[in-house]
């Protein structure tokens, strides 16, 4: 079962949905902004895109400007950050089994089906 972390009001991730709905794929779509991810469940997802917590955040948010940007964290602490402002996460990700993927650009899907 191919998963999208979705955000129905990001242009990129409307494209991820549209992209996979064009090659015939139906995923399950998670909300992550109505369902948070706890951060046991962050964690699983930064191993299955190979990256370290800051890689996925994205740094353009106000949270990150105002509490992250500059500031000496751990991965722990980045990690229980995006668990509690999941506006943190980069978006759209396409999860398929143990592998997934940040979406950007759309065509990065196709590494994981």
């Given at each position: 079962m191919i998963t999208i972390l979705h955000n129905p009001r990001c242009s990129k991730s409307r494209?991820?949905?549209q992209y996979l709905e064009e090659?015939?794929?139906t995923p399950m779509v998670v909300k992550y902004l109505d369902v948070q991810l706890n951060a046991e469940e962050i964690n699983q997802l930064l191993k299955k895109l190979n990256m370290?917590?800051?890689?996925?955040?994205?740094?353009?948010?106000?949270?990150?400007?105002?509490?992250?940007?500059?500031?000496d964290l751990t991965n722990e602490e980045l990690v229980h950050a995006m668990a509690e402002n999941p506006k943190?996460?980069?978006r759209p990700i396409v999860i398929n089994g143990d592998k997934a993927v940040v979406a950007r650009?759309?065509?990065?899907?196709?590494?994981?089906?």
């Open positions: 494209l991820g949905l090659k015939g794929i370290k917590p800051k890689d996925l955040m994205r740094t353009g948010e106000d949270f990150y400007k105002k509490e992250i940007k500059g500031k943190l996460i980069e650009p759309t065509e990065k899907i196709d590494e994981v089906l």
